[in-house]
């Protein structure tokens, strides 16, 4: 079982929805959670980073994290289609310093006109 | 452009020839990391450097694979013998010192062995 599940879809909504991005994690000590987006053929764009449980807001952005059920999601309200692309989460321990991150699979995302 | 860069951005070689990578972080970063990115998977921890040091190899990271940092500044990842699964985007990826671990990835090198 892989540490990080993510369901890489493709997950396809009209624009304008609000799309909701979710992983699961198995390993107790990953307390830093981070999204990133990445277009076709380009590396990872950090998108948000949190390492407490609850939400965290930027603009349309939001992520939300429930440790005790060891779950995170993303959400994108008012989505466009520049929001097209594969949403990665990754984490990490809550150590402060150097750390691997473990990501998940990703999500493909197409937002249609 | 002030992020970080990878070169060549693109590589196609013969299974068995040797290659080599080249990452430079974002200037005041002086932690570096190497991902290996497959079709329709997330990135895998292959390597990172804290200045010049290597502190932690991946187990995905077999004897072909060596990456150097010399000075603390830019990195290389060489594959020596390359083998068709060596195939992926190599991504490279900096943070500073104190962060909470925000790492700041490159666009990759795509590698493609015949």
């Known amino acids: 079982q892989k540490e990080v599940e993510q369901d890489p879809g493709p997950l396809s909504v009209p624009e304008g929805a609000i799309v909701s991005l979710n992983c699961t994690y198995s390993n107790s000590a990953f307390q830093y959670f981070m999204w990133y987006r990445q277009y076709s053929r380009k590396g990872p764009e950090l998108l948000m980073y949190t390492y407490s449980s609850g939400n965290k807001e930027d603009g349309r952005f939001t992520a939300q994290v429930d440790k005790s059920s060891k779950y995170i999601s993303l959400f994108i309200r008012d989505s466009q289609p520049s929001d097209s692309a594969t949403y990665l989460c990754?984490?990490?321990?809550?150590?402060?310093?150097?750390?691997?991150?473990?990501f998940g699979q990703g999500t493909r995302l197409t937002i249609n006109p | 452009d002030t992020g970080v860069s990878q070169n060549p951005r693109h590589k196609i070689t013969k299974r068995g020839q040797n290659v080599t990578f080249r990452c430079d972080p974002i200037?005041?970063?002086?932690?570096l990391y190497w991902y290996r990115q497959t079709l329709g998977q997330g990135p895998e921890f292959l390597t990172y450097f804290q200045n010049e040091a290597q502190l932690e190899k991946s187990r995905l990271l077999s004897d072909r694979f060596s990456a150097e940092r010399p000075k603390g500044s830019f990195s290389t990842l060489e594959i020596q013998r390359t083998e068709q699964g060596d195939s992926a985007m190599y991504l490279c990826a900096s943070s500073l010192a104190f962060s909470y671990n925000e790492q700041f990835f490159g666009p990759g090198t795509r590698l493609t062995v015949l």
């Open positions: 200037s005041e970063h002086n932690r």
């Open positions: 990754a984490m990490s321990p809550l150590i402060q310093g150097a750390q691997k991150l473990v």
